[in-house]
């Protein structure tokens, strides 16, 4: 698993969990990705739009004409499963598990569909150390 690569090859992050509260680590974590240049897409089914951005209650309820790179999870270990399905049927490039969320069996299922798993890293943690003084 190359971090570094996924960051450079990455243009489009749905961001399942995302949150339109300021003070919640999703909206934090968003706002820092789309401030350096990633197109995020918000997957959370209780709003509607995240900083004027139109939402989605589900990953696979996200239009088939986005191609999306990373698939970014807010959500507790125990559910991820449900969403790492959804992520191999709309053919996501990479799982990405934020900080204290690990989930064995979803990151098998996930490699075993050929996809790349990241688990209990934070994006914005991981892109500073690389691009701490640039966007790319």
């Known amino acids: 698993m190359d971090i570094l690569a996924i960051l450079k090859n990455s243009k489009t992050i749905a961001v399942v969990g995302l949150s339109d509260k300021p003070d919640r680590p999703s909206f934090a974590v968003a706002t820092y990705l789309l401030d350096k240049g990633y197109r995020i897409i918000p997957v959370n089914p209780n ?3 995240w900083r004027g ?3 989605y209650p589900s990953l696979i309820t996200i239009p088939k004409s986005e191609q999306i790179d990373v698939v970014d999870i807010f959500r507790k270990s125990e ?11 709309i053919r996501a490039k990479v799982i990405w598990m ?7 069996g979803a990151a098998k299922k996930a490699t ?6 990241v688990m209990d890293k934070c994006m914005k943690i991981e892109h500073s150390k690389f691009f701490s003084n640039s966007s790319f």
């Open 47 to 49: 709003i509607k739009e």
């Open 53 to 55: 951005i139109k939402a």
């Open 79 to 89: 559910d991820v499963e449900p969403i790492v399905d959804d992520a191999i049927n």
């Open 98 to 104: 934020q900080l204290g969320i690990l989930n064995n």
């Open 112 to 117: 075993d569909k050929g996809l790349i798993v």
